[in-house]
């Protein structure tokens, strides 16, 4: 999927995870969403935002023990 082809949404999320990098959990997408004025009532939804941005290819999915994960810019993608 393009970036164009994000919701608003998904599309200002993007745009955080690249300008300040680092290790993203559900908890500081559910964070930017709120700072960014937009609503997501809970876990499921950043969830889903993030394994939307993985499918895309932004995102690269990190195991830090089998049921605790994070995300971080997909470097070979050119991300970041």
Do not use: C
């Not at 999927?1 to 559900?26: C, H, N, Y």
């Not at 969403?33 to 937009?38: E, I, L, Q, V």
């Amino acid at each position: 999927m393009s970036e164009s082809g994000f919701s608003p949404r998904v599309a200002d999320l993007l745009a955080a995870i690249r300008k300040q990098g680092g290790a993203w959990t559900t908890h500081r997408v559910l964070r930017t969403h709120s700072k960014n004025g937009h609503a997501a009532p809970n876990r499921g939804t950043a969830r889903r935002d993030l394994d939307l941005l993985v499918r895309a290819g932004h995102l690269v999915r990190h195991y830090e023990t089998p049921d605790r994960m994070f995300f971080t810019l997909n470097r070979a993608k050119g991300d970041g």
